[in-house]
């Protein structure tokens, strides 16, 4: 079993940053690809990005790409999601997620977090 737990999010202005953590316990941290997902009020969960194990490589979303960035500290067990420059429909619960690349990118992980709130303002 792996442990995710979500931290960083909050209110910010549109244009603003955050930086979102995950903290991992339970398992070998770097076995794991890790992922970022949000869910806006009345829509569908989607992926943000991805990052392998060693942390060697990263995938967006289309939608975030140039202004999030996903990174990881594997002596911490933690993986981060730098926002920037953020816009109102970014706005969504964020989840943290673990599991194969493969699973993590195609939206199935083996392990989610709680989920935190970003709410940016326009």
């Known amino acids: 079993q792996v442990q995710l737990v979500e931290s960083g999010g909050g209110l910010v202005q549109g244009g603003g940053s955050l930086r979102l953590s995950c903290a991992a316990s339970g398992r070998t941290f770097s076995n794991y690809a890790m992922g970022w997902f949000r869910q806006a009020p009345g829509k569908e969960r989607e992926f943000v990005g991805a990052?392998?194990?060693?942390?060697?490589?990263?995938y967006y979303a289309d939608s975030v790409k140039g202004r999030f960035t996903i990174s990881r500290d594997n002596a911490k067990n933690t993986v981060y999601l730098q926002m920037n420059s953020l816009k109102s429909e970014d706005t969504a619960v964020y989840y943290c997620a673990a599991g194969s690349l493969y699973s993590v990118r195609r939206g199935g992980p083996d392990y989610w977090g709680q989920g935190t709130q970003v709410t940016v303002s326009s």
């Open positions: 990052i392998s194990g060693s942390g060697g490589s990263t």
